[in-house]
């Protein structure tokens, strides 16, 4: 038969499509939040000598006060001229404490999250800044999450999706975060998402999991 002058063969088409079929299965769930609405949240990016200017947009979300801020990157990311053109920028505000992080797994895992995680708590911060590619950005994100609101027991899967995990709701917001991406694809600067892969998990040789909340994307990229 015909559709929209297209001919479909050995298939029914109904006039209607059910929400929760196939194809819309989840676009229209509850959010966390137990919002039904759909929506799309955006991040505020900024184009330009961004390195240069990452003090500049460090001191506008801090408002201008002394501020301890948490710098991810990786140990590779470390030694280019990115990372010292950001810690320039970062030192020319005299009232900002930085400290460095760059134990950063490429292909992050739920030990790597976990280990950032106790890191960041340890920093306490009031900033974020990730530089690096999606691996940095995501264990950021972790990071902020877990030292933020800690699981019961400190089970890395109480906020993993299920159902690998429990799927908890973030509990509230999380400090600015100032993602800097070094690499082009994972988008990771855009997105409230952070993949890894479990240690010890029946699926861990062959696949990935991960935290979806908008709360884990980034203020600024």
């Not at 989840?26 to 966390?32: K, N, R």
């Not at 919002?35 to 801090?62: I, M, P, R």
């Not at 995680?117 to 950005?137: F, H, K, Q, T, Y």
Request: proline share 6%; aromatic share 10%.
């Amino acid at each position: 038969r015909k559709v929209l002058g297209g001919v479909v063969k050995g298939m029914q088409m109904n006039a209607t499509r059910r929400i929760g079929s196939c194809c819309a299965q989840g676009y229209f769930a509850e959010t966390e939040h137990g919002d039904s609405a759909f929506s799309v949240k955006t991040v505020n990016l900024q184009y330009g000598n961004v390195l240069e200017e990452v003090g500049d947009y460090s001191d506008f979300l801090s408002s201008g006060k002394a501020s301890k801020i948490a710098l991810f990157t990786d140990k590779n990311i470390r030694e280019t001229p990115y990372f010292h053109i950001v810690m320039e920028s970062l030192k020319k505000k005299s009232h900002f404490n930085v400290s460095v992080y760059d134990n950063v797994r490429v292909e992050p895992t739920d030990v790597s999250f976990m280990n950032a995680a106790d890191w960041c708590r340890g920093e306490n911060p009031d900033i974020c800044i990730s530089l690096g590619g999606g691996s940095v950005m995501d264990t950021t994100k972790a990071a902020l999450l877990y030292a933020t609101y800690p699981p019961p027991n400190n089970d890395f899967l109480h906020y993993v999706n299920k159902p690998v995990g429990f799927g908890a709701p973030v509990p509230n917001r999380l400090i600015p975060h100032i993602a800097i991406p070094t690499t082009a694809g994972t988008g990771s600067e855009c997105t409230g998402f952070a993949i890894c892969k479990l240690t010890e998990h029946p699926t861990c040789k062959f696949s990935k999991t991960g935290i979806a909340s908008a709360s884990l994307c980034p203020t600024m990229a």
